[in-house]
């Protein structure tokens, strides 16, 4: 399958047209941006480190059950996937707090949740993909009713479930991450975009060590070692 025209350039991936109007290449790209854009960086196989794990993660998931945008993997940097509408709503499943939530809330950092918290934020860099509930998606139009938001909440309550177990049998605590879903010509909800250390967070369960993207939102540096690290420990056998 070769690349025709390249329709969609976001801040991770490219997406390419194919031969076959269901289905649409994905380029992992090698840079990296932070607060919508504001920090911008490049580390050199990023793109191919997050193609692999997304890769792994994807199949891992879909044995569980869940369906998928991923046809196949085609090369280093480069996926096979349906082509979907995307639901221009970042699904956010948390186990810890940290981040955004620590932030906005004063939730002290690291303090584990009382239960799984699934939020939604808008995808929309333009006002800087702020948070929103149920009655703005129906507002923006964003599903067509509010059966799909149960239906997304369900889907990222899967993921964490499978995810979470998965990787604490790799001594990496799954802190929280961002997942979106899209719908394809059936009408079908498949989870799309990629699943990596640039959408989640790992910590790693002796040290507490982040091995993810907030290597380069903090300036601590590593940012490629530490993605090497998830996959190596992706791919390596659990406890
Ligand atoms: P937050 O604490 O900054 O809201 O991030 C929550 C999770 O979502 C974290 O794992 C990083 C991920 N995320 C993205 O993948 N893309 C984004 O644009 C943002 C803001 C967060
Ligand atoms: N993905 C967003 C950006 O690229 C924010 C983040 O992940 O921190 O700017």
């Given at each position: 399958m070769e690349k025709k025209e390249l329709l969609y350039e976001g801040k991770a991936k490219k997406l390419y047209t194919t031969t076959n109007e269901d289905e649409l290449i994905a380029e992992f790209k090698d840079d990296l941006t932070a607060f919508n854009a504001e920090k911008k960086g490049s580390e050199q196989g990023k793109g191919a480190l997050n193609c692999k794990i997304s890769t792994e993660l994807f199949a891992l998931l879909e044995e569980s059950g869940l369906k998928t945008h991923?046809?196949?993997?085609?090369?280093d940097n480069h996926q096979l996937v349906k082509k979907v509408d995307i639901i221009l709503i970042e699904v956010v499943v948390r186990n810890t707090a940290t981040g955004s939530l620590s932030k906005r809330?004063?939730?002290?950092?690291?303090k584990v949740l009382p239960f799984t918290l699934v939020e939604f934020y808008l995808k929309d860099d333009d006002l800087n993909d702020p948070i929103i509930i149920d009655d703005h998606c129906i507002i923006l139009e964003?599903?067509?009713?509010?059966a799909i938001l149960d239906i997304l909440r369900q889907k990222g309550l899967h993921v964490n479930r499978i995810l979470k177990e998965f990787f604490e049998k790799r001594d990496?605590?799954?802190i929280d991450f961002k997942v979106e879903f899209g719908i394809d010509k059936n009408g079908e909800i498949l989870l799309s975009d990629e699943i990596s250390p640039d959408s989640c967070r790992f910590w790693d369960?002796?040290?507490?060590?982040s091995l993810d993207k907030d290597r380069f939102r903090q300036n601590i540096g590593n940012v490629k070692v530490a993605y090497e690290e998830v996959l190596k420990r992706i791919l390596g056998d659990a406890k």
């Amino acid at each position: 399958m070769e690349k025709k025209e390249l329709l969609y350039e976001g801040k991770a991936k490219k997406l390419y047209t194919t031969t076959n109007e269901d289905e649409l290449i994905a380029e992992f790209k090698d840079d990296l941006t932070a607060f919508n854009a504001e920090k911008k960086g490049s580390e050199q196989g990023k793109g191919a480190l997050n193609c692999k794990i997304s890769t792994e993660l994807f199949a891992l998931l879909e044995e569980s059950g869940l369906k998928t945008h991923l046809v196949k993997t085609l090369d280093d940097n480069h996926q096979l996937v349906k082509k979907v509408d995307i639901i221009l709503i970042e699904v956010v499943v948390r186990n810890t707090a940290t981040g955004s939530l620590s932030k906005r809330l004063g939730i002290e950092d690291g303090k584990v949740l009382p239960f799984t918290l699934v939020e939604f934020y808008l995808k929309d860099d333009d006002l800087n993909d702020p948070i929103i509930i149920d009655d703005h998606c129906i507002i923006l139009e964003l599903v067509k009713d509010r059966a799909i938001l149960d239906i997304l909440r369900q889907k990222g309550l899967h993921v964490n479930r499978i995810l979470k177990e998965f990787f604490e049998k790799r001594d990496l605590n799954l802190i929280d991450f961002k997942v979106e879903f899209g719908i394809d010509k059936n009408g079908e909800i498949l989870l799309s975009d990629e699943i990596s250390p640039d959408s989640c967070r790992f910590w790693d369960m002796q040290s507490g060590e982040s091995l993810d993207k907030d290597r380069f939102r903090q300036n601590i540096g590593n940012v490629k070692v530490a993605y090497e690290e998830v996959l190596k420990r992706i791919l390596g056998d659990a406890k």
